[in-house]
């Protein structure tokens, strides 16, 4: 069962959005091609996604849809390029393959946050979501909160390897040996009593 509350801080705190690169659509020096001319001239621009629906993934026959590729291919479309290619990676493998040019932008529902606006930039939030726990049907363990999964010896949490959540394994109120970091998408491992992707991510 998902549930969210969308309150202007939610947008705020968990804008998901497209990252850009530092410099994919800034000036470089008169000889340099930025990546927004090399797209234009291509017809074309290449787009890392974590194959998580509904945020961005592949349908079977192999397209790229979702919240964020749609929203960028529209305002791609009206940049003048009429072509995204996608770019298959793990969640957490997002932000350093936009920086090692594997892709040029990034289509994922992804929190703005001050470690990650170090690294890359960011287009206006295209929506916010608040948190969630995902647990067994009728909350069976009765988890309310991380103190549930704290004070429980049999739950740990699942966590998204590259997510935002993966900093609340290391507080406090969590510690580390109750919670384990998860691929991109798993069928959320048997290793748990709890699973909890919180999103966006």
Not at 4 to 21: F, N, T, Y
Not at 60 to 76: H, I, N, Q, R
Not at 100 to 112: E, K, P, S, T, V
Not at 138 to 153: E, F, M
Request: charged fraction near 20%; glycine fraction near 8%.
């Amino acid at each position: 069962m998902f549930t969210s509350q969308i309150s202007r801080r939610a947008l705020v705190k968990a804008a998901a959005c497209l990252a850009l690169a530092a410099t994919a659509f800034t000036s470089l020096p008169a000889h340099a091609e930025t990546t927004l001319e090399r797209a234009k001239k291509d017809g074309y621009i290449r787009v890392g996604f974590a194959n998580e629906a509904p945020f961005g993934f592949a349908t079977p026959d192999g397209k790229l849809t979702g919240e964020a590729p749609e929203v960028a291919k529209a305002v791609l479309a009206k940049m003048g390029i009429a072509q995204v290619d996608g770019v298959l990676t793990e969640f957490g493998s997002l932000i350093p393959g936009l920086k090692a040019g594997r892709f040029d932008i990034i289509a994922a529902g992804m929190f703005i946050n001050p470690k990650r606006c170090a690294e890359i930039n960011f287009s206006e939030p295209s929506y916010g979501i608040g948190q969630a726990m995902l647990v067994a049907k009728g909350n069976p363990k009765g988890v309310k909160d991380y103190s549930s999964i704290k004070d429980n010896p049999d739950l740990k949490l699942a966590v998204m390897a590259g997510a935002v959540e993966g900093d609340m394994r290391r507080t406090p109120a969590l510690p580390k040996d109750k919670s384990f970091p998860c691929p991109t998408n798993p069928a959320w491992s048997r290793r748990s009593s709890l699973a909890v992707p919180m999103l966006p991510r």
